[in-house]
C-alpha cells in the first residue's frame, strides 16, 4: 500500500504526527522542545518532500530544527 506524503511544514508537531499517523506512517520527531510543546511548535522540516509516494509502514522525520 502506498501513500502520498502531505506537506506538514507549519503544522504544529501534534497536528503533523497525527496527520502522518492516521495514513499509515510511523512518524519521528527531531526537536529539541518539550513535549508539552508540541500542540505550538511548529514543524520547519519533513524527510519525505510533500507528494512523495511512500509504503504505509514506513517512517518519516519531522523536524523542528
Given at each position: 500500500?502506498?501513500?502520498?506524503?502531505?506537506?506538514?511544514?507549519?503544522?504544529?508537531?501534534?497536528?503533523?504526527?497525527?496527520s502522518?499517523?492516521?495514513?499509515?506512517?510511523?512518524?519521528?520527531v527531531?526537536?529539541?522542545?518539550?513535549?508539552?510543546?508540541w500542540?505550538?511548535?511548529?514543524?520547519?522540516?519533513?524527510?519525505?518532500?510533500?507528494?512523495?509516494?511512500?509504503?504505509?509502514?514506513?517512517?518519516?522525520?519531522?523536524?523542528?530544527?
Amino acid at each position: 500500500n502506498v501513500v502520498e506524503v502531505p506537506n506538514m511544514v507549519g503544522q504544529t508537531i501534534l497536528a503533523a504526527k497525527a496527520s502522518l499517523e492516521s495514513i499509515g506512517l510511523k512518524v519521528i520527531v527531531n526537536t529539541d522542545q518539550l513535549t508539552t510543546k508540541w500542540g505550538i511548535v511548529k514543524v520547519k522540516r519533513q524527510s519525505a518532500a510533500a507528494g512523495t509516494q511512500l509504503r504505509v509502514g514506513d517512517s518519516i522525520t519531522i523536524s523542528t530544527k
